[in-house]
């Protein structure tokens, strides 16, 4: 007799392979794969933490009530049209499991943040990419793959693994090109990286509007990305649906404990965002003079071009940076193989970047 079988789609799903975290033994590991902060938690979230965890033998409040309630307060927001989830990945995919089915799209770029297709799949629903013009989503283009069957539009900005983001006209015109029944996901897991002028995370759009949701992550800046939290905010109907269908204790309470006391700590996000706007530019710059092709990013990583000669593919790259100790990102499965993603990590880290690949490209 055959075993259980899964729904069908699901064994069509290519799963997600996280940053490889080693290197050959006796070099010291830098791990730039992930996009984690070199500056860690703020050690007040780490107290916090520590502290929640004399209580592991309750459950966590069930709706993430008291870190709804901080973040609202942090960025003036209603706490009722809020939800938390483990990462912003099961948000990502409360989103899909909540509108999407079989006979449903889900649009996103070409070069999108993989998630989106894995949840819209896991979901039943069909990914359906649009190209982009210089690594950079496209609003006519995404407008053009737009169906009577579309459901969500998904937009990472700033994009992972590209680093490019769209400025908030573009944001809003692409808006503006939907149908009403059609939810944007604006994924802002970056957002407070972004120097930029004319950006806008979304909270905005949200503010104006009944098909938006942002999401947003302590994963990245705030260095909890161990704890797993991400938080959405949108339109009551939306954080309707997907309370009913998310677990009943999504996040734990130490989780929430360390992301309020992190939300709080304002001076170590911009002292993480100051390490960034520092080694961000001054990696593009030393990665540039190097002959690379360094796509302009406003996150805290960066896509880094290789040549297709052999001798000096991202492959060969990737494996003499490994044997230094210096673990970046292959982004093959974004249809990327001649480039590498690069997380800004501490001075040491970037500086050794930089030298390694002088010697490995011979220049
Ligand atoms: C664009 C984007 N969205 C969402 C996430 C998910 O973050 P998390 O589930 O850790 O909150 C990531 C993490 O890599 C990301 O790059």
Not at 139 to 161: E, H
Request: charged share 20%; glycine share 8%; proline share 7%.
């Amino acid at each position: 007799m055959n075993g259980p079988v899964p729904r069908q789609g699901v064994l069509s799903i290519d799963a997600y392979v996280p940053g490889k975290s080693t290197a050959p033994a006796g070099v010291k590991v830098w791990k730039l794969s992930s996009n984690e902060t070199p500056l860690g938690p703020s050690p007040k979230a780490k107290a916090a933490y520590i502290e929640a965890g004399n209580k592991l033998e309750l459950y966590p409040e069930g709706s993430s009530t008291a870190l709804r309630t901080a973040i609202a307060a942090r960025y003036g927001l209603d706490p009722a049209r809020m939800i938390c989830g483990a990462g912003s990945d099961e948000l990502l995919s409360l989103l899909a499991y909540a509108y999407l089915g079989p006979g449903h799209e889900a649009v996103y770029s070409e070069h999108g943040f993989l998630v989106y297709k894995i949840a819209t799949m896991a979901a039943g629903g069909t990914p359906v990419t649009a190209p982009e013009t210089d690594h950079t989503a496209d609003v006519d283009a995404l407008l053009a793959k737009v169906t009577a069957r579309t459901k969500l539009v998904f937009l990472a900005n700033p994009n992972n693994p590209t680093g490019t983001y769209l400025p908030f006209d573009e944001v809003k015109r692409l808006h503006a090109g939907l149908r009403p029944d059609i939810l944007l996901v604006l994924d802002a897991a970056y957002a407070e990286y972004v120097r930029a002028n004319d950006y806008e995370s979304g909270l905005e759009l949200v503010a104006t509007s009944a098909n938006v949701v942002m999401c947003r992550t302590f994963s990245k800046i705030y260095g909890l990305a161990n704890l797993r939290l991400g938080w959405m905010v949108g339109p009551p109907a939306v954080i309707d649906a997907l309370n009913r269908i998310r677990g009943p204790f999504n996040v734990s309470g130490p989780a929430m404990a360390a992301g309020i006391a992190a939300i709080q700590d304002e001076a170590h996000v911009m002292a993480a965002v100051a390490h960034n706007d520092k080694w961000l530019a001054w990696l593009t710059q030393e990665l540039t003079a190097l002959g690379l092709t360094v796509t302009p990013s406003v996150g805290n990583f960066l896509m880094v071009g290789f040549s297709t000669e052999p001798g000096k593919t991202a492959r060969e790259a990737d494996a003499f940076l490994t044997g230094r100790g210096l673990v970046l990102r292959r982004i093959d499965a974004y249809g990327l193989p001649n480039a590498l993603r690069l997380t800004v990590g501490p001075e040491e880290a970037n500086r050794l970047v930089v030298t390694v690949l002088k010697e490995f490209l011979n220049v």
